[in-house]
């Protein structure tokens, strides 16, 4: 497993990353990895995923004057095939237009950075916003998964992000999943009230781990 990555946060403490501590979750779940295809491919697949993000969510600030111009993510050479980066990025924006607009999502914040005092967890929420959901609107954290399935440790970290300082109003979670192969998306809602159990775990994991490897660093 690598390091898991900390900040110090306003107070002068140690704040572990959410996304960070899922990478210890997965492997004590042992949920397999989050790509696509074989492991040789991984680096691809995770600059494609990164760069969903990006074209995504700077669309959506750029729509709201938050950024003064919308841009696409350039292809990497290293990636080997233009033409199969600019399918990827077309359909990842194209469903994310379309869940905004069917949902009417406001955004609050946009890679929203947040601590949580109580766990000890900082995280960079992709997206927290109004929506419409179920006949009502609503303050959701929102997390963009470009992923061929979701997995429980996306609901994990999703309740993690609802513990977060910035974000402990938000109603609902929600998991935007966009399959990058299809372009076909769809969304499932998180109950951010249940399943506490979990987030204090991987909270106390993370700190045990966090703990033992500053023990070692500085025994070195």
């Known amino acids: 497993m690598q390091e898991l990555r900390s900040t110090i946060g306003p107070d002068g403490k140690e704040y572990i990353s ?33 760069a969903c993000h990006a ?3 700077d669309w959506l600030a750029a729509t709201h004057g938050w950024l003064p111009r919308h ?17 990827v990025l077309h359909a990842a ?16 914040g946009i890679e929203l950075e947040s ?9 960079h929420v992709d997206l927290y916003a109004m929506m419409n959901r179920k006949g009502r609107r609503v303050k959701a954290v929102i997390d963009l998964k470009f992923v061929a399935a979701l997995q429980e440790s996306h609901r994990l970290q999703l309740r993690c992000y609802g513990k977060l300082d910035r974000c ?24 951010l009230t249940e399943k506490l159990e979990d987030v204090a ?20």
Not at 24 to 49: F, S, T
Not at 93 to 108: R, S, T
Not at 115 to 123: D, I, P, T
Request: charged share 20%.
């Open 18 to 50: 959410v996304t960070s501590a899922m990478s210890l979750v997965k492997e004590l779940l042992r949920e397999p990895p989050d790509y696509y295809g074989a492991p040789a491919l991984m680096n691809i697949h995770a600059a494609e995923g990164t």
């Open 55 to 57: 074209v995504c969510l």
């Open 168 to 191: 402990k109003d938000a109603s609902i979670g929600i998991l935007y999943q966009g399959n990058r192969n299809t372009g076909v998306w769809r969304v499932e809602e998180v109950n």
């Open 71 to 87: 841009t696409t993510p350039p292809w990497p050479e290293d990636h080997g095939d233009e033409r199969r980066w600019k399918n």
């Open 201 to 220: 775990a991987v909270s106390n994991a993370s700190r045990l781990f966090q703990w033992a490897e500053n023990k070692q660093r500085f025994a070195t």
């Open 115 to 123: 601590f949580s005092a109580a766990y000890g967890f900082v995280g």
């Open 93 to 108: 924006l194209l469903g994310f237009q379309q869940f905004v607009e069917l949902y009417d999502v406001m955004p609050l």
